[in-house]
């Protein structure tokens, strides 16, 4: 299987704070990966550096094989998608306006910006609503629009911190069946939560990190196989000795 991302032994630290000790994965081309683990994990941390948002301090990041460098950065950040913890839209104007912002920024315009922000919109059920302002959406139809934003592009690698937190139960579905929508697409997908469910419905493997570190990695068969249990709740709390939702 091809691999698009490569994390090697990735590092970083805020003052004194070691937030990733050395952690190690790899991303293969057109599947749901989710990043699971408790708050404080690493888990934000390690999306930020993959958006090139964030240094690493030590390390390797490797991108359809390539590390990034000047030469390459514009044409590996027009291949991802970066869905950030905290909605990074404009609450003040139209649902519209901020996805042909968001678009326009990886190069898209004219009659391609147009269609693509039909598609964005479309895709995260906000046709309706796409001259409304942000202000005006509940919390789940602003998570769904920071999504619009970040996809409009047709990224080949879609990021996603924690996309489904604090929203209400259909906006959550709706949500988890747009991102099996976007990989039967094509689209490769990584995807952090704390939501053991979320890894059970959309995943095809994971990845569980504490304390800066990969402590288990596979597919949920796989996992529950290996320790002999039946849900990854007392799979986490086999492997880590915590509660995941401590
Ligand atoms: P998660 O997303 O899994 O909750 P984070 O990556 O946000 O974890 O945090 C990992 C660790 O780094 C935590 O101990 C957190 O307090 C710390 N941390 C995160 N961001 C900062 C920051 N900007 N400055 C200092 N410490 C931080
Ligand atoms: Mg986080």
Redesign the pocket.
């Known amino acids: 299987m091809e691999k698009v991302i490569e994390v090697k032994n990735l590092k970083?630290k805020?003052?004194d704070?070691e937030?990733?000790r050395g952690l190690d994965f790899d991303l293969y081309k057109g599947e749901i990966l989710g990043i699971l683990?408790?708050?404080?994990?690493?888990?934000?941390?390690?999306?930020?550096i993959l958006s090139t948002i964030l240094k690493k301090d030590e390390g390797k990041i490797l991108y359809f094989g390539e590390e990034i460098s000047e030469r390459n950065i514009n044409k590996i950040k027009s291949k991802l998608g970066i869905v950030p913890?905290d909605l990074a839209i404009f609450e003040d104007i139209s649902a519209y306006k901020n996805i042909t912002f968001f678009a326009s920024l990886y190069g898209l315009k004219g009659e391609e910006l147009e269609k693509a922000t039909d598609y964005a919109l479309e895709f995260a059920g906000l046709t309706s609503r796409k001259n409304d302002k942000p202000k005006t959406y509940s919390g789940g139809m602003k998570r769904r629009l920071n999504i619009a934003c970040s996809i409009a592009h047709k990224p080949e690698i879609l990021i996603l911190?924690?996309p489904t937190v604090g929203i209400d139960p259909q906006s959550r579905n709706h949500i988890l069946e747009d991102l099996k929508a976007l990989k039967s697409n094509g689209t490769t997908i990584i995807y952090?939560t704390?939501y053991m469910e979320e890894i059970e419905q959309i995943a095809d493997r994971v990845v569980i990190?504490d304390n800066?570190k990969k402590v288990e990695e596979g597919t949920i068969g796989e996992l529950l196989d290996k320790y002999s249990e039946e849900n990854l709740e007392s799979l986490f709390l086999d492997i880590t000795g915590k509660n995941l939702r401590d």
């Open positions: 970083k805020y003052k704070n937030a990733l683990g408790p708050n404080g994990a690493g888990k934000s941390t390690t999306i930020n913890q911190d924690e952090t704390h990190v800066g």
